[in-house]
């Protein structure tokens, strides 16, 4: 099984900061990795296909980068709509989902 | 547009049974792969089973294998999970989602709780 360890577990923001996620797999996924972001009471959103893909309606200050093990999704400018819990998905090997990273309001 | 409405969700003893139902509507159901995905309360995404669009190809995850089965119906646009011997870590809400390779649409999700 791929294990997807997501850092840091807590990030303290404000709006208009820049934000970086990071996600590391336990072993190589290619570029097969998403993120998602999941609100309170809500189903998750897939924000990040094949590591630097915008999904379909997904503002441009989100973007991916990476491959390989090591990933990160970047906000270049944080909106109060964007503090969520945030996770990391890979495809190589059926499925599984990183811990999650919680983006708070500072 | 994509709906995806999860139903038959509750509570159950352990070593219970449970049968969840996902309603698929605003598109063509049989031409995608479904999967459900869990979160128990206050935790994270645990992908649980996929069918492929005929139904065909099914795949589980470990924690599941042999207790749950999935099936789907495409002349009534639905997709189930016959959840069986039920234990306490089976508690999370349910998510039918569509996709193959990532998961593009989700349900709302359905509550499954597993106590005495």
């Known amino acids: 099984e791929i294990v997807l360890t997501q850092s840091p577990a807590t990030l303290s923001l404000s709006p208009g900061e820049r934000a970086t996620l990071s996600c590391r797999a336990s072993?190589?996924?290619?570029?097969?990795l998403a993120w998602y972001q999941q609100k309170p009471g809500q189903a998750p959103r897939l924000l990040i296909y094949?590591?630097?893909n915008r999904a379909t309606g997904i503002p441009a200050r989100f973007s991916g980068s990476g491959s390989g093990t090591d990933f990160t999704l970047t906000i270049s400018s944080l909106e109060p709509e964007d503090f969520a819990v945030y996770y990391c998905q890979q495809r190589s090997n059926l499925y599984t989902f990183g811990q999650g990273t919680k983006l708070e309001i500072k | 547009q994509v709906q995806l409405v999860e139903s038959g969700g509750g509570l159950v003893k352990p070593g219970g049974s449970l049968r969840l139902s996902c309603a698929a509507s605003g598109f063509t159901f049989s031409d995608y792969y479904m999967s459900w995905i869990r979160q128990a309360p206050g935790k994270g995404l645990e992908w649980v089973s996929y069918i492929s669009s005929s139904g065909s190809t099914i795949y589980y995850a470990d924690s599941v294998k042999g207790r749950f089965t999935i099936s789907r119906d495409n002349a009534k646009n639905s997709l189930y999970l016959q959840m069986n011997s039920l234990r306490a870590e089976d508690t999370a809400v349910y998510y039918c989602a569509r996709g193959l390779e990532y998961f593009q649409h989700w349900g709302q999700g359905t509550l499954v709780t597993v106590s005495s």
């Open positions: 072993q190589s996924v290619s570029s097969y």
């Open positions: 094949d590591a630097s």
